[in-house]
């Protein structure tokens, strides 16, 4: 992993995290076409990276799946990194997720970000019925060497799967008599919580802190990340990031209605009803009682909202509070557009210059173009 350096005048590289959400009143066949677009606005402006990540029975997350996504987007883009932030690993076989991640790492080689989390991102009875087990969690550490061993094709002799091979792989190059392909999906460590980081240091991946879901103690994972880190082939130093709930506009008022409305869906979860994102009109009707009221306060406030330059302090008070290489906005709200405006924004805002080429349509330069590389 050769670390990436900020653009612009901003003093962090700048990513993206799309949840696909889709607002009441939008069909998931609107939000994939709209997340191509967000995808390729975010490369024409010198993201580094742009993720999907996996949701299940949500109605407002209708990514179940994001490497498929992913797939799609590999031939919408040509430069910017593509991810899963994350698949939720527990939830799946590891032989699997390498098989499909070595696809698409061939379909856009160096270019391929795999993020792992422990979570189910989704309720307890769909992770049941996902998950099969009630201890998935508990043999994460394990799973995440299981699929690095079959990523890289690298068990010792006498280990159950040393002859077990991800197809496409190094094994399938050595077998056709080609060369190894000379880069692998970038796996990262994604979580909240302590136990994320010090597994995330100890692997010597770099580390994805999720701040989106809550008030959790990052900076104390960020230093347990970083005390805990051992070099590894990928990585001689830590390199990290945080990601933030983030949603910028012109008119700092109608950020905070969008950001009410993420927030209302939270409260949702949290009463056991579907995550669903109500238009803004509506999230502002709603009869609240206190309790509701201040939890729908909270949330909004959890996202960065207001102004180009509101969002952007935000960002930079969290930089230097845990000093993180690069910042991952969250984008939310319940109108698409919101997104794509908040994206636009924060680039202007940090003079991020508009890359043309390499984008659909133009001559791309030779050979594969990792991004900020």
Same mark, same amino acid.
Request: avoid cysteine; charged fraction near 20%; glycine fraction near 10%.
């Given at each position: 992993?050769?670390?990436?350096?900020?653009?612009?005048?901003?003093?962090?590289?700048?990513?993206?995290?799309?949840?696909?959400?889709?607002?009441?009143?939008?069909?998931?066949?609107?939000?994939? !076409?709209?997340?191509?677009?967000?995808?390729?606005?975010?490369?024409?402006?010198?993201?580094?990276?742009?993720?999907?990540?996996?949701?299940?029975?949500?109605?407002?997350?209708?990514?179940?799946?994001?490497?498929?996504?992913?797939?799609? $987007?590999?031939?919408?883009?040509?430069?910017?990194?593509?991810?899963?932030?994350?698949?939720?690993?527990?939830?799946?076989?590891?032989?699997?997720?390498?098989? @499909?991640?070595?696809?698409?790492?061939?379909? =856009?080689?160096?270019?391929?970000?795999?993020?792992?989390?422990?979570?189910?991102? /989704?309720?307890?009875?769909?992770?049941?019925?996902?998950?099969?087990?009630?201890?998935?969690?508990?043999?994460?550490?394990?799973?995440?060497?299981?699929? $690095?061993?079959?990523?890289?094709?690298?068990?010792?002799?006498?280990?159950?799967?040393?002859?077990?091979?991800?197809?496409?792989?190094?094994?399938?190059?050595?077998?056709?008599?080609?060369?190894?392909?000379? /880069?692998? %999906?970038?796996?990262?460590?994604?979580? +909240?919580?302590?136990? +994320?980081?010090?597994?995330?240091?100890?692997?010597?991946?770099?580390?994805?802190?999720?701040?989106?879901?809550?008030?959790?103690?990052?900076?104390?994972?960020?230093?347990?990340?970083? &005390?805990?880190?051992? %070099?590894?082939?990928?990585?001689?130093?830590?390199?990290?990031?945080?990601?933030? !709930?983030?949603?910028?506009?012109?008119? %700092?008022?109608?950020?905070?209605?969008?950001?009410? +409305?993420?927030?209302? =869906?939270?409260?949702?979860?949290?009463?056991?009803?579907?995550?669903?994102?109500?238009?803004?009109?509506?999230?502002?009707?709603? %009869?609240?009682?206190?309790?509701?009221?201040?939890?729908?306060?909270?949330?909004?406030?959890?996202?960065?909202?207001?102004?180009?330059?509101?969002?952007? @302090?935000?960002?930079?008070?969290?930089?230097?509070?845990?000093?993180?290489?690069?910042?991952?906005?969250?984008? !939310?709200?319940?109108?698409?557009?919101?997104? +794509?405006?908040?994206? &636009?924004? *924060? =680039?202007?805002?940090?003079?991020?210059?508009? *890359?043309?080429?390499?984008?659909?349509?133009?001559?791309?330069?030779?050979?594969?173009?990792? =991004?900020?590389?």
């Amino acid at each position: 992993m050769i670390q990436s350096r900020p653009l612009g005048n901003a003093p962090f590289v700048l990513s993206v995290l799309d949840n696909a959400i889709t607002g009441v009143g939008h069909t998931a066949q609107e939000t994939f !076409g709209e997340i191509i677009t967000l995808a390729q606005l975010a490369e024409k402006r010198g993201f580094e990276r742009f993720w999907m990540s996996e949701h299940h029975a949500m109605p407002g997350a209708v990514t179940s799946s994001p490497q498929l996504m992913v797939a799609r $987007l590999t031939g919408e883009t040509q430069r910017i990194r593509l991810g899963a932030g994350g698949v939720m690993l527990p939830n799946h076989a590891p032989l699997v997720i390498a098989e @499909q991640f070595g696809m698409l790492e061939s379909l =856009a080689p160096g270019r391929i970000d795999l993020g792992l989390g422990r979570a189910p991102g /989704t309720d307890g009875q769909t992770a049941a019925a996902l998950r099969r087990r009630h201890n998935a969690n508990d043999d994460f550490p394990q799973q995440v060497l299981e699929l $690095l061993g079959f990523i890289n094709d690298d068990f010792g002799q006498g280990h159950p799967y040393h002859d077990v091979h991800a197809v496409p792989g190094p094994w399938l190059a050595e077998q056709n008599r080609v060369p190894r392909p000379e /880069t692998n %999906p970038e796996v990262w460590i994604l979580g +909240s919580s302590p136990y +994320s980081a010090q597994l995330a240091g100890q692997l010597g991946r770099p580390y994805a802190f999720a701040l989106q879901f809550g008030s959790a103690d990052v900076t104390t994972a960020m230093r347990l990340y970083r &005390e805990n880190f051992r %070099p590894s082939e990928l990585l001689d130093e830590p390199y990290s990031l945080v990601s933030v !709930g983030a949603i910028a506009d012109n008119d %700092p008022a109608e950020a905070r209605r969008q950001s009410a +409305s993420s927030a209302m =869906a939270m409260m949702r979860m949290f009463q056991r009803k579907p995550f669903a994102l109500l238009p803004p009109d509506e999230v502002e009707a709603y %009869p609240a009682d206190t309790h509701e009221r201040a939890i729908l306060d909270e949330w909004t406030d959890r996202t960065l909202h207001g102004t180009a330059t509101d969002v952007a @302090q935000g960002l930079e008070l969290l930089h230097r509070q845990t000093g993180v290489n690069e910042v991952m906005l969250v984008v !939310g709200g319940h109108s698409r557009r919101a997104q +794509s405006r908040t994206v &636009e924004l *924060i =680039a202007d805002h940090y003079g991020l210059p508009s *890359i043309q080429e390499g984008l659909p349509g133009s001559t791309p330069a030779a050979g594969p173009q990792p =991004a900020g590389r």
